[in-house]
């Protein structure tokens, strides 16, 4: 059995998180040589070429010190990326973190989590400290929280979630508070949410989604409303469903649906205010597929319309919006009715026409990766899994 059977087209978010720990250890019994992505240079490292890449381009950089998957990165205040936690290429799930130098385009490590953890949280505070939250330690489901300092280099415990949970999403308020909304606590889908209060240290309750969902996107709206946008609430149950939270009120309500039905899908915030949904995993004719259209939110009016179709239809990609105004999509799984594809293509959505178009593509095929913007505007893409190497600790940049 093999991962890429595994996830994708005949499970749920919450059942991958599982599924991801076990598929790895049964792939590494035919487990070839490292392809030539992931072999170690000899001499100098490619990453520290001092001829000028192009523009939209990809470019090997620093090797993180550990190969993960489903990872958190994290922008610091000080410019540095945190990246924490995950599981290896032989399944085992990580307390090990590392921080990226963007000057010197290398990682070095840092203080470990108390708690080894993948598929959970991280959250940027006003203080500059990251906030940890929930996830999975081997078959155990968390409600455990912790906090990174980067001043000291270290965790610490703070105080845990009122109920176990991955697959989550946490959104930082403009208050400072962070919430922290649906998810699975290993046997049931859950419809709650919780604010955790730095200044406390403390979480309470909010009030609930009016559906349980997993596979779910949240964005922070310019109004400081939270959209809560799709994901799947049971096995090959998509939702074309979105809600909205009001920090004021502590409640939710219903807004516009989805013409299509996903999960596992990008939002991203566009200048304009509007919401764009790329991608995902959806359903037709009683089989889940993968998908390439888009659709745009806009709150003004608290409905979707679609706008261009990405290239190619892929789900557990990336996105960020650049300081161009334009939306990167990088990597990804994929499905194209032949066989199961990692996808190194990454695309460029452009909100004035309304399309999307090809750039340059990455050197690694990878899913399960993470994606952040940096202060130069460049993009770093981390660690990740393909069929090839498995888990990753190659890192490129986005120019």
Not at 66 to 80: D, E, F
Not at 119 to 124: K, P, R, Y
Not at 322 to 351: C, H, I, Q, R, W
Request: negative net charge.
């Amino acid at each position: 059995m093999k991962r890429k059977e595994n996830i994708g087209l005949h499970a749920s978010a919450s059942q991958i998180a599982v599924i991801s720990l076990s598929a790895v250890l049964l792939t590494l019994t035919a487990a070839p040589a490292r392809s030539q992505s992931e072999q170690e240079p000899a001499g100098a490292d490619l990453a520290f070429q001092t001829d000028a890449p192009a523009t939209g381009s990809w470019r090997e950089t620093g090797r993180m010190t550990t190969k993960r998957l489903s990872h958190t990165a994290t922008l610091l205040s000080n410019g540095q990326v945190l990246v924490a936690g995950g599981e290896d290429s032989d399944g085992f799930l990580l307390n090990s973190a590392e921080l990226y130098s963007p000057a010197a385009r290398t990682w070095t490590a840092t203080g470990s989590l108390g708690t080894r953890r993948a598929f959970h949280t991280a959250t940027l505070l006003p203080s500059g400290k990251v906030l940890v939250a929930g996830g999975l330690d081997g078959p155990e489901f968390l409600k455990s929280a912790e906090l990174y300092d980067p001043a000291a280099g270290t965790w610490t415990p703070t105080a845990s979630m009122r109920t176990l949970r991955e697959a989550h999403t946490a959104t930082l308020l403009p208050s400072g508070k962070v919430l922290v909304a649906a998810g699975s606590d290993g046997t049931n889908l859950l419809s709650s949410a919780n604010l955790y209060d730095p200044a406390t240290g403390r979480w309470m309750n909010t009030g609930s989604l009016s559906t349980a969902r997993d596979g779910h996107t949240a964005t922070l709206l310019p109004s400081g409303k939270v959209l809560v946008v799709g994901g799947s609430n049971g096995f090959h149950s998509y939702l074309s469903s979105a809600e909205l939270y009001d920090p004021a009120a502590g409640t939710w309500t219903a807004t516009g649906s989805l013409a299509t039905a996903r999960e596992l899908h990008t939002a991203t915030l566009l200048p304009s205010g509007q919401v764009l949904v790329a991608g995902g995993l959806g359903f037709a004719i009683g089989d889940p597929i993968y998908l390439s259209s888009a659709e745009l939110y806009d709150p003004a009016t608290g409905s979707w319309t679609a706008t261009g179709n990405l290239a190619i239809e892929r789900a557990y990609h990336t996105a960020t919006l650049l300081p161009s105004g334009k939306v990167l999509v990088a990597a990804g799984f994929s499905f194209n009715g032949v066989g199961y594809s990692y996808p190194t293509s990454a695309e460029l959505y452009d909100p004035a026409a309304g399309s999307w178009t090809a750039t340059g593509s990455l050197n690694t095929p990878r899913y399960l990766h993470t994606l952040t913007l940096l202060s130069s505007g460049r993009v770093l893409v981390a660690g990740g899994y393909n069929d090839n190497d498995f888990s990753l600790k190659s890192a490129e940049q986005y120019h």
